[in-house]
């Protein structure tokens, strides 16, 4: 099987390089993919490509600051709210005084409520190419620790929010997926993002085409490449 960069391009078959150059003129006279949706053959192409991805594997790119010591032990881990921030406690309590960490649990109490818990919990969020480190969309994720989980509450106090901005290193964790596996919110969106991702490189000023996608399966740290930021 092969294992596909969205981004690059890199693990998709020539063949179909070679079916998105033939559209050359057409990337190069539109900056938005979706002005291109009534044209059949590009929505059959797009098509054929998302098939082909969901029989392989995919590269999604997971955006944190973390201590790449516990990602090469643990993974990525699908976890609740309450494990997580259990875990950050753990972790990294001894950073912090009695008082701050009174006050991080109870900014945690009120700052999550029960469609936060539906929505994040127990998944592990990713994009499909890095292009949030251009569009500014990583950059919280980057500079605070622990995840939206963590850190979104303790961003209205700025004496914590500078401590939790010490700990840890920015990191992208390039993980190797199982596409069934992961809930996304386009249709076709790997030979979306793949066409996206050729557009790109044909027109500079072309808008790529990314989506976040979560899974509730753990990536175990053999899937995992470290990049550090």
């Known amino acids: 099987m092969n294992i596909i960069n969205l981004e690059s391009l890199e693990g ?3 063949s179909y390089i070679e079916k998105l ?22 929505q059959e192409l797009i098509y054929n490509i998302n098939q082909f991805c969901c029989e ?53 109490k009120n700052g999550f409520d029960e469609i936060d818990v539906e929505a994040r919990d127990n998944r592990i969020f990713f994009n499909f190419t890095k292009e949030g ?11 605070n620790i622990g995840g939206e989980q963590v850190y979104r509450p303790l961003c209205r106090n700025k004496k914590l929010q500078a401590k939790i901005q010490n700990l840890g290193v920015p990191l992208i964790l390039k993980c190797t997926l199982i596409p069934s596996n992961i809930k996304t919110y386009i249709e076709h969106p790997w030979g979306k993002i793949a066409m996206s991702s050729f557009h790109r490189k044909i027109n500079t000023n072309a ?9 509730r399966i753990p990536v175990l740290p053999d899937s995992i490449e470290i990049i550090e930021v």
């Open 12 to 14: 998709i078959p020539n």
């Open 21 to 42: 150059a033939a559209f050359r003129q057409e990337f190069l006279d539109y900056e938005f993919l979706e002005e291109l949706d009534g044209n059949i053959a590009i």
């Open 56 to 108: 392989n594997y995919i590269i999604g790119f997971h955006f944190t600051r973390a201590d790449p010591k516990l990602i090469l032990m643990n993974g990525l881990l699908s976890r609740t709210g309450q494990e997580i921030r259990k875990d950050f406690l753990t972790n990294y309590g001894n950073k912090f005084n009695v008082d701050e960490i009174e006050e991080m649990k109870s900014a945690w």
């Open 133 to 143: 480190l251009r569009n500014g969309g990583a950059d919280l994720l980057l500079k």
């Open 207 to 215: 808008f790529q085409t990314d989506q976040d996608g979560n899974q």
